[in-house]
């Protein structure tokens, strides 16, 4: 038996390929495992628990079959589905966490995360962050029809891209200060996380102690997952469970 990790999954109607690839996930290999964390971007866009759009009913009803076998999944949000809330977390019988957890796999402490706090050289994008986390914020956009929010976060995202083609690659990557500030505030030697969509396994030094920072990969391309059982953990594919 194995705890798996799974990130930037980011299912949506236009990726059918990817949405069928992971609810047979769901329906078999997860199965197997002793639990299920998903850490961030699950959605490709979730613009609040009233967005029934093609997959999300789909993808949120395989989640509760899974989790009706008592096999815990749990969810940490994105920065594309970062309004997923208690209706959905109701329906999937998935467990809402927030932004950086620490749990305990096999005796070890580890700290999960999706990743995008640890972009701390995007100053643009943190404080486009900061907003879109103040409840407030939050409470009015949600207060409008689901068209207006649509269209809205269509206007975001195209602004987004058009910033994001200008950033340096190593913008959008994550500071090594800000890993170290963030481990030794939680006294962890490892850290687990996405985001970036740069699957790596990175060893360092910390506090005169080995360390390990796993970046999982997107799902895109790589049905990147993390595979965690007592023996150890390796970063593969889906093929690989």
């Known amino acids: 038996m194995s705890t798996l990790f799974v990130s930037d999954v980011h299912l949506t109607n236009a990726r059918a390929n990817i949405v069928r690839t992971f609810i047979a996930f769901l329906e078999t290999k997860a199965r197997n495992a002793d639990a299920l964390f998903i850490l961030g971007d699950l959605f490709d866009e979730w613009l609040g628990d009233d967005d029934d759009k093609a997959p999300h009913a789909e993808v949120s009803d395989a989640l509760a079959a899974l989790t009706a076998t008592g096999l815990p999944v749990s969810v940490v949000h994105g920065n594309h589905d970062f309004l997923l809330g208690k209706k959905f977390a109701k329906r999937s019988g998935c467990k809402l966490l927030g932004d950086d957890t620490t749990i305990d796999v096999y005796g070890t402490p580890a700290l999960i995360m999706h990743g995008d706090t640890l972009c701390t050289r995007d100053v643009n994008y943190q404080s486009f962050r900061k907003m879109t986390r103040n409840p407030i914020m939050q409470k009015m956009f949600l207060s409008m029809s689901l068209e207006k929010r649509a269209e809205k976060a269509a206007n975001i995202r195209s602004e987004s891209s058009k910033d ?78």
């Open 164 to 241: 994001s083609a200008l950033k340096p690659d190593d913008i959008m990557d994550v500071t090594p200060e800000a890993v170290d500030k963030i481990m030794r505030k939680r006294n962890v030697r490892h850290l687990i996380h996405g985001h970036t969509h740069r699957p790596a396994i990175h060893n360092f030094t910390l506090n005169e102690q080995e360390a390990t920072r796993i970046v999982l990969g997107d799902w895109y391309e790589q049905d990147s997952v993390l595979i965690w059982d007592e023996a150890g953990y390796r970063l593969g594919r889906i093929k690989d469970l």
